[in-house]
């Protein structure tokens, strides 16, 4: 079984300092992760994904995340916050089936991140 | 089209009847996917199209719930007799094949409130 959690239910920074969000994923097998952001009234959208490649994972708007297997994390982290970065932060785990078979995303419950000016 | 597009994008229904969403996926991508999206929650997946197949059906919360799928197009979820604690938004996401590292591309949703 796979699962995902959200350490932080909301994140509040002011703009122009750093953002950490964390995530913290269980799975059985070696697990693709990703991190979606949900603006209000839009549809989600993928801003980067780790798939066993490098463990630095680089996505747009300046977003990265790092994989560390030896602590089970993927925390997502932007240099700077800009006021269009507020909006709903979904990490999310895959793991495919042993017969190759695809399988769902599993998703953690969110985290609302809010900028300050 | 551009993008995955849903509809209708809001529904309000009274309690036990039954409501159909659709869900148009981005044009030659395999793979489809429903999931729901309580208030305050993360994303709680339903099913799972490859093709006009289902694999995975692990998540329909009820045998109220059914899908089904046209081909490689227009998926519908039906939901029966709804009641109150279907109200959610009803995600749909396409993605060119199937596989757990391929990106999906969802759709705007579906708010549905059951009165």
């Known amino acids: 079984a796979q699962s995902v959690t959200q350490l932080d239910s909301h994140v509040s920074v002011s703009e122009g300092t750093p953002v950490l969000l964390r995530c913290n994923y269980s799975?059985?097998?070696?697990?693709?992760l990703f991190w979606y952001v949900q603006h209000p009234n839009k549809g989600l959208q993928l801003l980067l994904k780790?798939?066993?490649?490098?463990?630095l994972v680089k996505g747009i708007n300046g977003f990265e995340a790092e994989f560390k297997k030896s602590e089970t994390s993927f925390h997502l982290t932007k240099p700077s916050a800009h006021m269009s970065d507020a909006a709903e932060y979904f990490c999310?785990?895959?793991?495919?089936?042993?017969?190759?078979?695809?399988?769902?995303?599993?998703f953690g419950s969110g985290t609302q991140l809010t900028v300050l000016p | 089209g551009a993008g995955v597009s849903q509809s209708p994008s809001n529904k309000v229904t009274e309690k036990g009847k039954d409501v159909e969403l659709r869900c148009d996926p981005i044009?030659?991508?395999?793979?489809l996917y429903w999931y729901r999206q309580r208030l305050g929650q993360g994303l709680e997946f339903l099913i799972y199209?490859?093709?006009?197949?289902?694999?995975?059906k692990s998540g329909l919360p009820s045998d109220r719930f059914s899908a089904e799928r046209t081909g490689e197009s227009v998926s519908t979820l039906t939901i029966q007799r709804t009641q109150q604690e279907d109200s959610a938004v009803y995600l749909c996401?396409?993605?060119?094949?199937?596989?757990?590292?391929?990106?999906?591309?969802f759709g705007p949703g579906t708010r549905l409130t059951v009165l």
């Open positions: 199209f490859q093709g006009n197949s289902a694999p995975d």
């Open positions: 780790y798939t066993s490649a490098a463990t």
């Open positions: 799975s059985s097998y070696s697990p693709s």
């Open positions: 996401a396409s993605s060119l094949v199937g596989g757990g590292n391929n990106e999906q591309f």
């Open positions: 044009s030659g991508h395999t793979a």
């Open positions: 999310v785990v895959s793991v495919s089936g042993s017969s190759g078979s695809a399988r769902q995303l599993t």
